[in-house]
């Protein structure tokens, strides 16, 4: 299970995700499968680079020799000549396989992008419910990030760094034995402080990127409800909340700055070290005839073969390190399975004539905490079926079912008779169009956000659906007429406005199913009057399912169900209803039937209102 709200918890160690499986490194580095083609191109070349550096120094002892001992000329200008063309060949190497690896970092970059936001877009409603979308960004900006340099940075590098590291050795210990051992004792030394010191660098870059992502979170829902923050004038809290989590990411880095700055000069010290001794050492071999100039030349340069690779592989077990981290969280999303998913014999829902059937319907979206129990009814098809009932009764639930947003923990929803369970989810959905109570738009243009409803629709179908939504001659006078950018989430838009672009989307799509969930719930009486009109219209020969609060839309329904607690009070028409003298009539009577705070079952209903929602009891219908 990936667990995002907890990070930074539990006050031990901020932010290290110890409740995420963890990751191996043979998971990680099977992301670059794909492309093993072009690696192993690319490791060929860069082995030969890696050759190329290791007999460099065997070509500066000959060049040193041939001059200083030999005094041969010809053969100096050929060895220089050798080395010449040598690192030519290299430097074309170099290139080609450094460009293949970035070339493929970028792909493995978009590639994995890619299957994170498939799998996103996979995963139902029951994953989002408990998800901030800052937790879930900063995964598929940064790790993805990480995981590519952390895998495509270190694979090859980390073959050639091996390759020199033990290719200089052995070159050294021929040359001179009791020197190398010098270097064999020392290099274990610094390999064990870069290794010591990676491990820590690794845990705070971790718990810096834990935090880095809390802090997007903040800045994402602030972004998300700048209108709030700034009519509750809550900026400076929100700059605290911000703040409070800069402020970790700041600490957290300057721990990792401070560490990952004594590495550096640890190794250094070690390795300058080295080199004193090694000429001190070489010099006494010289002086006692057992070692040339050449040889104590090209033995540094071998020492130096020895300490760059050690400084490089304790870069790369850093990054690894890092990228096994961001890992963790890449593939605990990836791993996520989605809650509702196609059956494997999934068929495509037969094409019906848009009955619905709930038949003892049973669902949680916790495991303890029932939601609807033992709902029970049918809808004709071509009827209209108004769910009412006090807040928290469960409409919107209900409404949510019948997408299959959510799969029921017991009975079955029906569609045409075809559980929806045994449907694909698409041909589910197609049947269908939602019309919630707050519209949601793009934010792109007006016509656009009417296609969504029918992405292949021509302009005039468009136009069509917006006439019959009421939204034509709003939209003709904007601006651009159509091509008006309607601002993120549609602000630039009323919500009555925003709510008709919404039910032209639903009439687009010709749904056999219409879900109206309070579509006018939140609207004035003009918009409301256009709005509700353009339902009506809607509405017309289509099954529809409306949580309603318009007394007409309720009265007109040739089917009520009355939902309390999760449960089917009552099921009737108006007229059944009212003579039933039940929680409907209740409900009908304060003309209000949304939006009263749940009526506690056992205690007298009445006794949970409020005094003003009592005497509105009496007030008698326009
Ligand atoms: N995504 C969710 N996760 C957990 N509980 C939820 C979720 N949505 C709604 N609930 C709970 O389910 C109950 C019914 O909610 P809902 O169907 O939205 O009521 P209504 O639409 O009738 O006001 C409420 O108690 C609510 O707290
Ligand atoms: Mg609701």
């Known amino acids: 299970m990936m667990r995002m709200g907890a990070r930074g918890g539990g006050g031990s160690r901020p932010g290290v995700s110890t409740d995420l499986p963890p990751v191996s490194t043979r998971r990680l580095y099977s992301l670059l499968w794909p492309y093993r083609g072009r690696l192993a191109l690319s490791a060929v070349l860069m082995l030969f680079t890696a050759a190329v550096g290791l007999v460099f120094p065997l070509g500066v002892r000959r060049l040193i020799d041939s001059a200083l001992v030999e005094a041969d000329a010809e053969q100096l200008n050929l060895v220089a000549v050798a080395l010449l063309v040598m690192f030519f060949l290299e430097s074309i190497a170099n290139f080609t396989q450094s460009y293949i690896v970035s070339a493929t970092g970028e792909r493995l970059g978009t590639d994995l992008g890619l299957k994170v936001?498939?799998?996103?877009?996979?995963?139902?409603?029951?994953?989002?419910?408990t998800r901030r979308s800052g937790d879930i960004l900063a995964i598929v900006n940064s790790d993805v990030t990480l995981v590519r340099s952390g895998t495509l940075g270190t694979a090859l590098p980390l073959l050639s760094q091996v390759v020199r590291l033990f290719g200089s050795i052995a070159i050294a210990m021929s040359l001179n034995w009791r020197l190398a051992l010098i270097v064999i004792v020392i290099a274990p030394a610094v390999m064990g402080v870069a290794i010591f010191s990676g491990r820590r660098v690794r845990a705070l870059s971790r718990a810096t990127q834990e935090e880095i992502g809390q802090a997007t979170a903040v800045l994402n829902e602030v972004l998300a409800n700048v209108r709030i923050v700034k009519a509750?004038?809550?900026e400076s809290h929100e700059r605290a909340r911000y703040w409070d989590r800069m402020a970790s990411v700041l600490r957290l880095s300057l721990r990792r700055a401070r560490a990952e700055s004594a590495v550096g000069p640890i190794i250094t010290f070690l390795s300058f070290g080295a080199i004193t001794a090694v000429l001190w050492f070489g010099g006494r071999e010289v002086l006692a005839g057992r070692l040339s100039a050449g040889d104590l030349i090209a033995f540094l340069l071998y020492l130096i073969g020895v300490a760059a690779p050690i400084g490089a592989l304790t870069r790369l077990y850093t990054q690894l390190q890092q990228a096994l981290g961001a890992a963790q969280r890449i593939f605990a999303l990836l791993d996520e399975p989605a809650a509702v998913t196609d059956a494997p014999d999934a068929i495509s829902l037969p094409v019906g004539t848009g009955s619905v059937e709930f038949r003892s319907v049973e669902f949680a979206y916790a495991p303890d905490r029932p939601?609807?129990?033992?709902?029970?009814f049918a809808v004709a098809p071509g009827q209209t079926c108004a769910i009412v009932g006090p807040s928290g009764a469960g409409k919107t639930t209900t409404i949510g079912l019948i997408l299959r947003l959510?799969?029921?923990?017991?009975?079955s929803v029906l569609i045409d008779g075809c559980d929806v369970r045994h449907a694909t989810q698409a041909t589910v959905r197609d049947a269908m169009a939602l019309v919630p109570q707050e519209p949601v738009l793009f934010a792109t243009t007006v016509a656009g956000n009417i296609r969504y409803g029918k992405l292949e629709a021509t302009q005039q179908e468009i136009e069509v659906a917006a006439r019959a939504a009421n939204a034509h001659d709003f939209i003709s006078a904007l601006p651009q007429g159509y091509e008006t950018e309607v601002g993120e989430r549609g602000v630039q838009l009323s919500a009555g406005q925003r709510q008709r672009v919404a039910i032209a989307r639903a009439i687009l799509r010709n749904p056999r199913i219409l879900l109206l969930d309070e579509a006018t719930a939140s609207l004035d009486n003009e918009s409301e009057y256009l709005v509700q009109d353009a339902l009506d219209r809607l509405m017309k020969g289509r099954t529809t399912l409306v949580v309603a609060h318009r007394l007409t839309t309720i009265e007109n329904a040739h089917q009520i169900v009355v939902l309390e607690n999760g449960k089917c009070v009552e099921l009737g028409t108006h007229q059944q209803l009212i003579e039933t003298h039940g929680l409907y009539e209740r409900l009908w009577s304060r003309r209000f039937v949304e939006e009263?705070?749940?009526?506690?079952?056992?205690?007298?209903?009445?006794a949970a209102l409020p005094i003003e929602m009592k005497t509105e009891a009496t007030v008698s219908r326009p």
């Not at 936001?117 to 419910?129: C, E, G, I, P, V």
């Not at 009263?596 to 009445?606: C, K, Q």
Request: charged share 25%; proline share 10%; aromatic share 10%.
């Open 117 to 129: 936001t498939d799998h996103l877009l996979r995963l139902s409603m029951r994953f989002y419910d």
């Open 596 to 606: 009263l705070p749940p009526v506690p079952s056992s205690a007298d209903p009445e």
């Open 371 to 376: 939601v609807l129990h033992g709902l029970d």
């Open 232 to 234: 509750f004038a809550r």
């Open 406 to 411: 959510y799969d029921v923990t017991g009975g």
